[in-house]
């Protein structure tokens, strides 16, 4: 899934996100503005962050957590 990497590098760079300039429903900004509202005070089964692990990483933890 490079796509997805490349997209995380460029919205840590504070580039634009990727495909909100070319949604016609979205104004420009607004996935970021929503971002911490949406996720603010939000409980959460699991956390993995996945700027800092690996996929694999990320799969073995779901994977550990929810006895798959």
């Known amino acids: 899934m490079p796509e997805i990497a490349e997209r995380r590098r460029r919205l840590r760079g504070g580039a634009q996100p990727i495909g909100e300039a ?5 104004l420009s900004g607004l996935a970021r503005w929503q971002f911490r509202r949406v996720h603010q005070n939000m409980p959460y089964d699991l956390e993995a ?3 800092r692990l690996t ?3 990320c799969a073995r933890r779901i994977r550990l957590e929810f006895r798959l």
């Open 22 to 26: 070319q949604r016609a429903d979205r």
């Open 49 to 51: 962050d996945a700027s």
């Open 55 to 57: 996929p694999l990483e």
